[in-house]
């Protein structure tokens, strides 16, 4: 019988998925294989969140092959090694894996290729998969990727995605593959007590659960700090238990402002994996160079960590990150606002930081973000600072927010939370929480001082 590998990587899920889909067509049997990457883990981005998270993903897969008549293989090691090592166990003749964005994906790929030459086996690898349009798809005619959103979501718009694929209804699995056995996220150890569940069911269940519930109110709330009214749904995209291509079509038939709203982040995603793909070095380097002379300060940087810079909504924010292991968008923006313009201290820092503790933490989405607050990507506003105290009375008006993440400040009533620095007398001396870490007008001062702008 004719054997295909069906490498998962971060695409955990069954339906619409295009590399299982040509695995099966491709072959009688499918090796449905999983490899627990010893690359990632050497290079730190094993964290504690995304391990736990993955642990769930991996339980859940396969249970839904294994439902199918299949079961997934685990390995662990070099990708390549493994990969190997099971097509000349097997006798494979191909091997299936979702294209990746980033410089080590593509490393792995060209030396997955290079093993499975050496053993007469091909390497096929699909676009499209981890995002909805595949970068490069659509260029301008100047250079090789967009470096501004607009006219990107504009074209993004019109380029026709591919159609969404069933589940498989059976997979047969050849017996001779042996794998290891599935971590359990209750062996992780320093995971965020709130962590939310992973794995392709969860997703569906809170993905339908949104979109009939909370769709409609997106474009009106998704900034609405005390609301919690965006999706949550970031974590199952970056593992891939949840399609960016099916979720498009499926809001798309609520149509509306809310609808629109959410698809637009969606195409912020595939944005930031196009402009990885075409500029690898943005992960580490600034895309924009402004010449920046970075502060270094560990303790103001600490602070910042630990929730208790002294501007309340900034410490909720990372109170809840430290939790949940997950931040709402508005309130990324907040804190790395903070960080980088009213600290300025440099983003590679908190955004290593945010790699530590977010379950959806990927090189494209979080240092390019990062990168679009710090002023060195792509805004065209590469000055824009987000005062925090306005912010806050703007997205959490009545300080609900502050209230659930710094109880220290929760007997505080309406808008005043925000400046608890104001406060007088006994009232003040009563609250345990710090004074602001920095005056506001001193950290822009700083900012603007070190771009030449004062």
């Known amino acids: 019988m004719s054997v295909s590998v069906c490498l998962f990587t971060a695409d955990l899920r069954l339906h619409d998925n295009p590399v299982l889909h040509a695995a099966l067509r491709d072959a009688d049997q499918v090796v449905p294989l999983f ?44 990708v390549a090694d493994e990969v190997a090592a099971v097509v000349s166990r097997t006798g494979a ?25 050496a053993l007469g086996a091909d390497l096929r690898v699909h676009d499209a998969v981890i995002t909805a349009v595949a970068p490069g798809a659509e260029v301008p005619q100047d250079r090789d990727h967009f470096a501004v959103f607009t006219p990107y979501f504009r074209r993004w718009q019109n380029t026709a995605v591919r159609p969404v694929v069933a589940a498989p209804r059976a997979v047969s699995v050849p017996e001779a593959v042996d794998g290891q056995d599935l971590p359990a996220r209750a062996s992780v150890a320093g995971v965020s007590p709130g962590l939310a569940a992973g794995g392709e069911r969860e997703a569906r269940r809170r993905t339908t659960s949104w979109l009939r519930g909370s769709l409609s109110e997106y474009a009106d709330q998704q900034s609405d700090l005390a609301a919690d009214a965006t999706s949550h749904l970031s974590s199952h995209l970056h593992f891939g238990t949840l399609s960016a291509t099916e979720l498009i079509q499926r809001a798309g038939r609520s149509p509306g ?64 990150l430290r939790h949940e292991g997950w931040l709402p968008g508005r309130a990324r923006m907040l804190v790395a606002s903070f960080f980088t313009k009213t600290l300025y201290l440099d983003w590679r820092t908190g955004a290593a930081h945010f790699l530590d503790l977010l379950v959806d933490g990927d090189v494209a989405n979080n240092q390019l973000n990062w990168q679009w607050v710090a002023g060195t990507g792509t805004d065209t506003r590469p000055n824009r600072v987000l005062n925090p105290v306005i912010q806050a009375k703007r997205h959490d008006p009545d300080g609900d927010y502050v209230r659930r993440w710094v109880p220290e400040l929760a007997d505080i009533e309406g808008p005043a939370i925000h400046e608890p620095w104001k406060l007088q007398g006994l009232e003040r001396a009563a609250i345990d929480y710090p004074d602001p870490l920095v005056e506001l007008p001193d950290g822009l001062a700083r900012f603007k001082q070190a771009r030449d702008l004062a």
């Open 93 to 117: 003749r191909a091997v299936h894996v979702a294209a990746g964005t980033s410089a080590y994906a593509r490393r792995r790929e060209e030396r997955l290729r290079k093993e499975l030459t």
């Open 35 to 78: 490899v627990l990457d010893e690359g990632i883990a050497a290079a730190g981005f094993a964290a504690p969140n995304r391990r736990a998270f993955l642990a769930d993903c991996l339980a859940d897969l396969d249970a839904g092959l294994r439902e199918r008549g299949g079961r997934l293989v685990l390995r662990s090691g070099a």
């Open 257 to 320: 402002p809310g609808s629109e709203a959410f698809v637009r982040q969606l195409a912020w995603r595939d944005f930031n994996h196009q402009l990885l793909a075409a500029r690898p070095e943005v992960a580490h380097a600034d895309y924009r160079t402004r010449h920046d002379r970075w502060r270094h300060d560990e303790k103001e940087a600490e602070a910042w960590r630990e929730g208790r810079t002294g501007y309340p909504v900034i410490d909720a924010a990372m109170r809840q």
